[in-house]
């Protein structure tokens, strides 16, 4: 089972999105400030949040079109989970299709993990549109279980 | 394959969401300002956005649990589908599990529709917890197909 995702982020190339999801800078700007790790094939990537967090092995990047990633350590609904980057440009805007693939179950983690990456897609797209995303912890809170 | 989502909506029993799902005006105020039709068991449910819009057969509703849709007309991806909220009092928050089932393939228009749903889930809890939703053609852009 995947939660799939599409955004479209007004910017005249690819690049800076590709950045946003392959610099720890980039990543902390959007998903959360506690990003560390290596962002390479083969490098270890470690994000927490306020209730914990996940380690994701970096799989395969290539430049502006592709990011993929395993998940190591987490929630064990998350761990051997893979979340699939791909970018392509229409016009004005690069699109991102986003798949984080392998959940055994439709729990309601799933449903929440699902509307919180919709929420964090909007926070990368505002981020590479206007230099302000909204990573962890000043993202939206979509529930009671933020 | 299924679209999947939770959000919390900070209100003290499920009751005003029940109501923003099962009546023409609750409807109106998160999801399309051009809603129209029947939100008994068995009506259909009209609503028109820009580039088209949806039929939906009411297939089910209990008061403040839960309400099933069916896609009778629309998109040809849609056409089918059937829409299941279900909603349950957690402390504060009331809970809604959307699940938006049914889909054959997944397809780029479906990563769009689930993005989408997202972000019109949170209109649904802003109109609830605040009075004002951003139901469509007031809806949050997210990409190219809006």
């Not at 995947?2 to 590709?18: A, E, N, Q």
């Not at 392959?22 to 962002?39: F, N, R």
């Not at 306020?50 to 998940?71: A, N, R």
């Not at 505002?126 to 995303?133: A, C, D, K, N, Y």
């Amino acid at each position: 089972m995947d939660i799939l995702h599409r955004i479209g982020v007004k910017t005249p190339s690819p690049d800076l999105v590709y950045d946003a999801l392959t610099t720890v800078d980039g990543l902390a700007g959007w998903w959360t400030d506690d990003t560390s790790g290596d962002p390479d094939v083969g490098g270890v990537l470690e994000f927490r949040f306020i209730p914990g967090g996940f380690d994701i092995e970096v799989l395969d990047v290539v430049p502006s079109e592709h990011v993929e990633w395993k998940v190591i350590d987490g929630p064990e609904e998350w761990i051997g989970t893979t979340i699939d980057w791909d970018l392509h440009q229409d016009g004005d805007y690069t699109i991102v299709l986003f798949k984080h693939e392998g959940w055994k179950e439709p729990v309601e983690f799933m449903h929440h993990c699902s509307t919180k990456w919709g929420s964090y897609l909007m926070s990368l797209k505002s981020l590479v549109e206007t230099g302000e995303g909204a990573p962890s912890p000043r993202d939206v809170q979509i529930s009671n279980w933020h």
